[in-house]
């Protein structure tokens, strides 16, 4: 079910991040199929005591794939490009955290410091700018700067509030790298974190449609032969099969909480980067659900 009439996506889709049809590594299957919210999503009852650990185990199971089901909803084959956006200069005032804590205390930390359902006036209260930002299909949504846990490598960190001005949704995207046409770097640097995000929240899925390139070969009656094969990860034209989008490569994680996606994207000019898009599984959850009460 596709998942929130208002600011809602896509997780990690009718956004700009849409991911493609889901591809293992080695299957052929085509792009473009969103991948949707999962309409199970229900309590499974048994009339017999003895099966309580049945649907117990059941539920479970439910309640992971539509975890994973909507982490694999972040990212498609292509990360957006975003505008460059000039960060005014800011000063921190002497009494600007006075009230962090007690506005915090009840909040889970997200990324960076940040912390998840906070408002906007909270996430100001914690010394962090907000600077509006165009982002498709979302209102609320802003380029964050003078983070309390910065990391260099990710220069621009976008944050979205949800329609209870909660926060909800988190992109993060590096800086950019010069690479060769193999896109080793990028793929050194994709690998780093991706171990990374597995540690932390788990269930990781790597997903990877290669190219179809033409090989002309000798055959059986010696005559030359065109065929059609894949092109193996970090082949020699790997960076411009990513940017032309002939080549998909992501990954999603999730702990039923949090779900997170990381991909590669390639700018106009060759140069690439990497993404991590966050998304807060519980609040979606809440605000389809309040949104259903409301119809």
């Known amino acids: 079910m596709k998942t929130f009439l208002l600011a809602l996506f896509l997780i990690f889709g009718s956004t700009s991040l849409a991911i493609g049809q889901e591809n293992p590594i080695g299957q052929k299957d085509p792009i473009g199929q969103n991948f949707l919210f999962d309409e199970s999503d229900i309590i499974i009852q048994s009339g017999e005591a003895g099966n309580e650990e049945t649907v117990n185990a059941t539920n479970s199971e439910i309640e992971l794939n539509n975890a994973v089901n909507q982490a694999k909803d972040l990212l498609n084959k292509k990360p957006i ?11 921190k005032s002497k009494n600007m955290f006075a009230n962090k804590q007690s506005n915090t205390q009840n909040l889970k930390e997200a990324p960076f410091g ?7 006036s909270t996430t100001l209260s914690q010394g ?35 329609k209870d001005d909660e926060l909800y949704r988190i992109l993060s995207y590096s800086q950019f790298m ?6 080793q770097k990028t793929l050194d640097e994709y690998n780093k974190y991706s171990q ?6 788990g269930n990781k899925q790597t997903f990877f449609t290669p190219a179809i390139i033409e090989k002309t070969i000798i055959n059986a009656q010696n005559k030359e032969e065109i065929i059609k094969e894949e092109a193996p990860l970090g082949n020699p034209d790997f ?18 909480d949090i779900a997170a996606a990381l991909s590669i994207g390639v700018d106009g000019e ?8 966050y998304k807060n599984l519980k609040i979606l959850k809440k605000q389809e659900a309040e949104t259903l009460d409301a119809l």
């Open 81 to 91: 490009s975003l505008p460059k956006i000039e960060i005014p200069e800011f000063k």
């Open 114 to 120: 940040l912390f998840w359902g906070a408002n906007q």
């Open 128 to 162: 962090i700018v907000l600077q509006k930002a165009e982002l498709k299909d979302y209102v609320n949504s802003f380029l964050a700067s003078s983070l309390p846990k910065p990391l260099a490598f990710f220069e621009r960190i976008y944050v979205v509030f949800g």
């Open 178 to 183: 010069n690479d060769d046409s193999s896109a």
């Open 196 to 201: 990374l995000l597995e540690k932390k929240y």
């Open 239 to 256: 960076l411009n099969q990513l940017a032309s989008g002939a080549a998909v490569l992501y990954s999603t994680y999730n702990n039923k």
């Open 270 to 277: 060759k140069k690439s980067y990497i993404v991590i898009d």
